[in-house]
């Protein structure tokens, strides 16, 4: 069965350094999405993303923030200076459209991010 | 601004007890529903979701929800709980018209006692 994969699983990084946690969506999925989960916290949504552009963006998504297809493949997030706020769980997900019949997201594993 | 509630932060049902989790969503355009599971270390599992139709909705693992337009609720059941089912439990729902995100409640964590 097809599946949404991030690596790495476990990123541990100094305050302040950029990272970029990297996300292959399912194949012939369309829009992609960044979602993240400080412990103990709800998921919150931060970006979605297709053709080539961000569709939506929540107030977390700040200028330290991008997001990137740079293949077909891949989709990554990047962190350009992290705070120790950053640390938490990342999730990728994918749709395969927007449409309500289809608009079932995919979550990947996640990636934990931990900010020193 | 749209939200999800899950009242229940923590519930403890015995194994083969029924279990009952709660989840209200603000009122908006046409919901659309999810339960997702996730186990300790692990990504999210969709259980179930509701567009349209039949407002019983059967998910995997057992579980089922029932869309409630005029409670805004979406409580999700299992008539008798395992000891896998220990996990930790999200509704979801996105608002027709959007671009697609998900809002999600804080979650209930379930535990099964032996």
């Known amino acids: 069965e097809p599946e949404v994969t991030q690596t790495p699983s476990h990123q541990v990084t100094q305050m302040g350094q950029e990272v970029i946690l990297r996300c292959v969506p399912i194949?012939?999925?369309?829009?992609f999405y960044w979602y993240r989960q400080i412990l103990g916290q709800k998921v919150e949504f931060l970006v979605s993303?297709?053709?080539?552009?961000?569709?939506?963006k929540s107030e977390i998504f700040d200028d330290q923030f991008s997001v990137e297809r740079p293949d077909g493949s891949n989709f990554t997030l990047k962190i350009r200076s992290t705070k120790l706020e950053d640390s938490a769980m990342y999730f990728c997900?994918?749709?395969?459209?927007?449409?309500?019949?289809?608009?079932?997201?995919?979550f990947g594993p996640g990636t934990r991010l931990t900010v020193l | 601004a749209q939200s999800v509630t899950q009242p229940d932060i923590h519930i403890t049902v015995s194994e083969g007890a029924s279990l009952e989790l709660r989840c209200n969503y603000s009122?908006?355009?046409?919901?659309?529903l999810f339960w997702y599971v996730q186990s300790p270390g692990q990504g999210l599992q969709l259980l179930l979701k509701?567009?349209?139709?039949?407002?019983l909705v059967q998910g995997i693992k057992g579980f089922e929800a029932e869309f409630k337009r005029s409670q805004s609720s979406f409580n999700l059941r299992k008539p008798s709980v395992h000891w896998s089912d220990a996990a930790e439990y999200f509704c979801?729902?996105?608002?027709?018209?959007?671009?697609?995100?998900?809002?999600f409640g804080k979650g209930t964590k379930l535990s099964v006692k032996p």
């Open positions: 997900a994918s749709s395969e459209a927007r449409t309500a019949s289809y608009n079932e997201q995919f």
């Open positions: 194949s012939n999925h369309l829009y």
């Open positions: 993303f297709y053709n080539n552009e961000i569709s939506e």
């Open positions: 009122y908006g355009a046409t919901p659309y």
């Open positions: 509701y567009f349209s139709g039949d407002t």
């Open positions: 979801a729902v996105r608002y027709g018209g959007s671009q697609g995100n998900l809002i």
